[in-house]
């Protein structure tokens, strides 16, 4: 059974720092592509980044570039997502999730149940 589990959310204050983690349990995470995703109330879902199994590579949406790096340790089983600089607006239920591709793909397929990120003075 796939199953993706999230953690590491919580309560920081704007210009703070946090570092999801996404724990794969039932399969061996190594083979395949990690997305990162976040969903704030009343707004759409979007993918924050990405992270191939095959050659590492990662991909960020423009609004994360620069303040957030996604990282995989494969020995662990997980997939991380460093956030840095962060602000108000990164208020959101984050999720991880994955197709079961090597690539970052445009269909996940299975997802973690979520991490609240509050960003809040």
């Not at 993918?47 to 020995?75: H, N, P």
Request: hydrophobic share 30%; proline share 2%; glycine share 12%.
């Amino acid at each position: 059974q796939v199953q993706l589990v999230t953690s590491g959310g919580g309560l920081v204050q704007p210009g703070g720092s946090l570092t999801l983690s996404c724990a794969a349990e039932g399969f061996t995470l190594d083979y395949y592509a990690i997305g990162w995703f976040r969903q704030a109330p009343g707004k759409v879902r979007e993918r924050i980044s990405c992270i191939s199994s095959d050659d590492g590579s990662a991909y960020y949406a423009d609004f994360v570039k620069g303040r957030f790096t996604i990282s995989r340790d494969d020995a662990k089983n997980t997939v991380y997502l460093q956030m840095e600089s962060l602000k108000p607006e990164d208020t959101a239920v984050y999720y991880c999730a994955t197709d079961l591709t090597y690539y970052c793909s445009g269909r996940y397929g299975y997802w973690g149940r979520g991490t609240q990120v509050t960003v809040s003075s």
